[in-house]
């Protein structure tokens, strides 16, 4: 390395790191002011907690019990797992049978998944919550069937240009043992698809757990999520006033991100990068 | 073809449970949204069908949608610039030999695991803070706050996200193509416009595709953000199709047209851009 790029990579650290304070500044503001009373946190945003605007638990307390924020979290976990188990096992099964059938309808059904991809969700959200209604899948079981079929799509999408990767040979050759499709598929294809399953699970759990509307218009009225406790919570009454509990709650919807995201770091991030590049 | 016939008769299997879920949860209300953008109703049974008056409506009633187009049109147009110019930049110094490259990689991400409506709110938490303190206002105050917050607020989650595709990009560019480069003694700007960019096309055609989008869609982050305010200047499509739905009284069949408008609208664009982009890629 000569000098030139040496002096180059010296300046690049310092823009990295002074984005990378700019990128955490708006989550430890709302850490902060989620320990201040609510008088502090509009006057004086910026300051740290100190022995006056100190709230210790107070605002946590008070704001889990006005959104239910545990029950919240409860469903979305609820849903979000059982949702994307659903979407990674059927939307394989799917993927497999498309990719492999040879036959007008198998097509037909591909480029209906794909087409589904680009349609705004405006365009579909008044009349799937009256189908969730009339079908009675207005519930937090009914709507993991929901979210198997809007989220299909994309899973199809990406698993059938995994699949068509594969050589058929070992399909094949799987066949002529014996094997019928329904082993072939659990004990050949779906090993090799592990990869895959894992970016297509991340990326269904991404959008599942912070989707908003979907759930709000179909079990909105009865069972709430996180992003719905949220925002209800500043819509409603209590919002203007309690700021100090509408922080804490910011915090706790945050948390199991986080937790999630150190988790499975490395995951996350190939299955991003492998997610785009096959899409 | 052997594995194809071998599998075909076992369609109920393995393809009839996504089909009927995609068949409830999409299809079927898809051919529902576009017969009932046609027909005046209320609660779906009570359509009656009224030719393309809703779309009439949608268009001069007010010019809240138009405007609401204009303003999602503005918006994408930056947004869609700004992240992906950040985020290939960041890719750029996140692949040099630069200490702690894993951390920054980390820290840029994060933003986009969390969702709208959370991102919103403490977007605006963090907004609201510095213009109170500059000029006693809030972001409600006037509509270039909220365009511009809401343009921070997206460009703070994406990037991250296209950061990590054009990484993976730039990391797949063989070594010796670069390394021929530096022999060339090709400055830093040649080197990044003849060399690097035209290895890297087709990322950048995934994350204007991606960004684009999303952008064109954003709903939460607007409805968190401002909410449309002040009046519905800032109020992007998806939150005026929202808002005609279930705030404007017997207006459902006005608001499925413009939520058929809006589809067209993001179809077209994705198909132009896809288009414009991919022929690119050939030339490159």
Redesign the interface.
């Known amino acids: ?1 000569n000098t030139r790029q040496k002096t ?2 010296v300046i ?2 310092i ?2 790191l002074l ?2 304070i700019l ?5 430890l ?2 850490v902060m ?1 989620s320990f201040k009373g609510n008088l502090f946190i ?1 006057q004086s ?2 300051a740290l907690p100190d022995s006056d605007s100190f709230m210790a638990a107070d605002n946590y307390t008070s704001g889990v019990s006005r959104t239910g924020f545990f029950a919240a979290a409860g469903w979305s976990l609820f849903i979000t797992t059982c949702s994307v188990a659903l979407i990674v096992l ?2 394989s ?2 993927a ?3 990719a ?4 007008w309808y ?1 097509s037909v ?1 591909y480029y ?2 794909v087409f ?1 991809m ?11 919550s ?2 969730a209604n009339t ?1 009675h ?1 207005d519930n937090p079981f009914g709507i993991i ?6 989220g ?2 994309l899973s ?1 999408f990406i698993f059938v240009g995994f699949i068509r990767s594969i050589p ?1 040979d070992i ?2 050759a799987a ?1 002529i043992d014996g094997a019928n ?2 082993k ?2 659990f004990t050949v294809i779906f090993p090799i698809l592990r990869p895959t399953a894992v970016t297509i699970a991340i990326l269904n759990a ?1 959008w599942i ?5 979907l759930p709000v218009l179909v079990i909105g009225s009865e069972y709430k999520t ?2 719905i406790a ?2 209800q919570y ?1 819509t409603g009454s209590y919002g203007q006033k309690d700021m100090g509990g ?2 804490a709650m ?1 915090v706790l ?2 948390v199991p ?2 937790v ?2 150190l988790s499975g ?1 490395k995951h ?2 190939k299955g ?2 492998a997610g ?2 096959k ?1 | 073809m052997r594995v194809s016939t071998y599998i075909k008769k076992w369609f109920p299997v393995f393809a009839l449970p996504t089909f009927l879920a995609f068949t409830l949860a999409f299809i079927v209300p898809f051919g529902m949204g576009i017969y009932l953008s046609f027909t005046s109703f209320r609660t779906v049974t009570d359509a009656r069908w009224v030719g393309v008056s809703n779309y009439v409506t949608a268009f001069t009633e007010n010019s809240d949608f138009l405007h609401a187009l204009w303003f999602t049109v503005q918006f994408t147009v930056v947004s869609v610039v700004l992240v992906n110019v950040c985020a290939f930049a960041l890719a750029l110094l996140l692949t040099r030999a630069i200490k702690g490259t894993n951390i920054f990689r980390a820290i840029f991400f994060v933003p986009n695991l969390i969702g709208g409506i959370v991102l919103g709110y403490v977007w605006r938490l963090l907004i609201n803070a510095i213009l109170g303190k500059l000029f006693a206002q809030d972001i409600t105050y006037s509509a270039a706050y909220g365009f511009w917050g809401l343009v921070v607020v997206v460009n703070w989650q994406m990037i991250g996200y296209m950061m990590i595709i054009y990484i993976a990009a730039l990391q797949n560019v063989p070594g010796e193509v670069m390394e021929a480069a530096d022999i060339d003694a090709a400055g830093f700007w040649a080197k990044l416009f003849h060399v690097t960019i035209p290895m890297v096309v087709s990322s950048i055609t995934i994350c204007t595709f991606l960004t684009l989008s999303n952008c064109l869609k954003l709903f939460d982050q607007n409805l968190a953000l401002t909410n449309g305010a002040p009046q519905n200047e800032t109020e992007g499509l998806a939150l005026n199709i929202f808002r005609t739905f279930y705030n404007v009284r017997n207006h459902q069949g006005v608001g499925q047209a413009k939520a058929v408008v809006f589809f067209v609208f993001v179809a077209v664009i994705a198909y132009l851009q896809l288009r414009l982009t991919r022929s690119k890629e050939v030339e490159g």
């Open positions: 390395m180059f990579n690049g650290f823009a990295l984005a990378a990128w955490l500044v708006p989550l503001l709302v002011n509009s945003p910026f059927l939307t099964m799917a497999w049978y498309i492999r059938v040879k036959a198998t059904l209906l998944f589904s680009i349609v705004p969700f405006q365009m579909v959200m008044f009349t799937m009256k189908v079908t899948l069937i929901l979210y198997a079929g809007f299909a799509g199809i058929i399909e094949e066949m499709p329904w072939v598929f991404m757990w912070n989707d908003y509307l996180i992003p949220v925002q500043m509408f922080m910011l919807a945050i991100i986080v999630f995201y770091q996350i991030i991003v990068a785009a590049v899409g």
